[in-house]
């Protein structure tokens, strides 16, 4: 039961032009940004970022790499509710299914490429707060990546960590749509996320 009810789209009219682009582009309309209707000119702002982040068709990482980033940082941060989205959108952008499978694996499983690992350990070690992004990780992304590409790397870990802690504060409910999506791939990850947050911070 979310704290905040959100908005339906006719009454959040100052943001309802931005939050049906965002609905075009997931086949869902988010309660998170219906929520934040509340304070349009908070939504505006975050729309805009996912506009320039996640959803930037001239953005220099690869949209599936981007998603995968998201749903890691998610994950380790426990928010059932952006893990959710994430799935469902990284499946949405070329994520192959064995690779959601195995996210959490991403370090030993042959289906990931060692740059894909590389910022997947970042996606985990620095979205954490404090981050304890060790040295040596963000080492081995430069091995992979340009400056420019880091940059929107952190910056997708930066966005999900404001989602991450939205969304779980409010208990935002998943909407339908995400919630059949994640039924018919047989996710995992629900309720279990807090579960690999832990075990992951406590270095096992």
């Known amino acids: 039961m979310p704290h905040v009810n959100p908005l339906t789209r006719s009454e959040g009219v100052e943001v309802a032009d931005d939050i049906a682009w965002l609905a075009s582009a997931t086949g869902?309309?988010?309660?998170?940004?219906?929520?934040?209707?509340?304070?349009?000119?908070?939504?505006?702002?975050?729309?805009a970022l996912i506009r320039a982040v996640v959803r930037n068709p001239d953005g220099t990482v690869d949209p599936a790499l981007r998603w995968m980033v998201a749903h890691v940082s998610s994950l380790s941060n426990g928010c059932t509710y952006c893990s959710a989205h994430t799935f469902k959108n990284g499946a949405d952008n070329g994520v192959p299914q064995e690779k959601l499978d195995a996210i959490w694996e991403f370090e030993t499983s042959p289906v990931f490429s060692e740059p894909e690992r590389a910022a997947l350990r970042v996606a985990l070690t620095g979205g954490q707060c404090p981050s304890y992004a060790a040295p040596e990780d963000v080492a081995a992304l430069r091995q992979h990546f340009s400056d420019e590409q880091i940059v929107e790397i952190g910056a997708v870990i930066a966005l999900f960590g404001f989602n991450n802690r939205w969304n779980a504060l409010m208990e935002t409910d998943v909407e339908p749509e995400v919630t059949a999506f994640l039924e018919e791939r047989h996710y995992r990850g629900s309720g279990t996320d807090r579960q690999f947050a832990s075990r992951q911070t406590d270095g096992d």
């Open 28 to 47: 869902f309309t988010a309660n998170s940004m219906l929520t934040l209707s509340h304070r349009p000119e908070i939504a505006r702002a975050v729309l």
